[in-house]
């Protein structure tokens, strides 16, 4: 399997916004939860935002407010609007499938800080 393709991460300060990309290795359309999760150092992942093909969305209490999930079945790419960020948010972020039976191997991720 091909992995995802996350990009868009960086360092960025407190208060400060960011925009992931996720360029899925497959067509996406017919894959109706798709998630970005995270991982922190020392910590599990956890998935902290869901988006459905008919565009209803789902976040973490963590992100909620903050974060913005929408995806391009045409382009097979999901993004995360994310704002006000916290340096808790600090983390590197993935893309992939919802249910584990339609999930591919992880991507490399892409690295978020924020830190003043």
């Known amino acids: 399997q091909v992995q995802p393709v996350e990009s868009g991460g960086g360092l960025v300060q407190p208060g400060g916004s960011l925009r992931l990309s996720c360029a899925a290795s497959r067509s996406i359309f017919s894959i109706d939860a798709m998630g970005w999760y995270r991982q922190a150092p020392g910590k599990q992942r956890e998935l902290v935002a869901i988006?459905?093909?008919?565009?209803?969305?789902n976040y973490a209490d963590s992100v909620k407010g903050r974060f913005t999930i929408s995806r391009d079945n045409a382009k097979n790419t999901v993004y995360l609007q994310m704002d006000s960020l916290k340096p808790e948010d600090t983390a590197v972020y993935y893309c992939?499938?919802?249910?584990?039976?339609?999930?591919?191997?992880w991507g490399q991720g892409t690295q978020v800080t924020v830190s003043s």
């Open positions: 988006i459905n093909n008919g565009g209803s969305t």
């Open positions: 992939n499938a919802v249910l584990p039976l339609l999930r591919t191997d």
